[in-house]
């Protein structure tokens, strides 16, 4: 079984603040994404992206923190936002309904 190490490079610009998440996102390395995030969250200043254009696989937890940091902004009236969703995590996003939660921003940012 050949298993993508689970990287997330976090980026901040004027405009927001992006985690760019690959590999595998499972309840091994869940806590590592909690703790980033945690520190991000609550600051309403700036759009907050999720980029999983090299995500190769989410289980479950993934999905929660998904769905927490999806709450958390939604209360706080601010900008979150999914981009590049690869086609086999975007079939799961969308079977547990999670999708269309999701403001997916499907603009090429150049």
Do not use: C, H, W
């Not at 945690?38 to 992206?49: D, F, G, M, R, T």
């Not at 940091?69 to 900008?79: F, G, Y």
């Amino acid at each position: 079984m050949n298993i993508e190490k689970f990287i997330m490079d976090q980026q901040e610009n004027d405009e927001e603040y992006v985690f760019y998440l690959s590999g595998e996102l499972d309840l091994s390395v869940a806590p590592q994404l909690r703790s980033a995030l945690e520190s991000i969250v609550n600051q309403v200043e700036k759009p907050l992206i999720l980029n999983l254009k090299n995500l190769k696989y989410i289980d479950s937890t993934g999905i929660g923190i998904i769905i927490s940091v999806l709450k958390i902004r939604d209360e706080l009236n601010a900008p979150f936002t999914v981009r590049e969703i690869p086609a086999p995590i975007k079939r799961l996003f969308d079977l547990t309904g999670i999708s269309e939660f999701l403001k997916e921003n499907t603009e090429n940012q150049a």
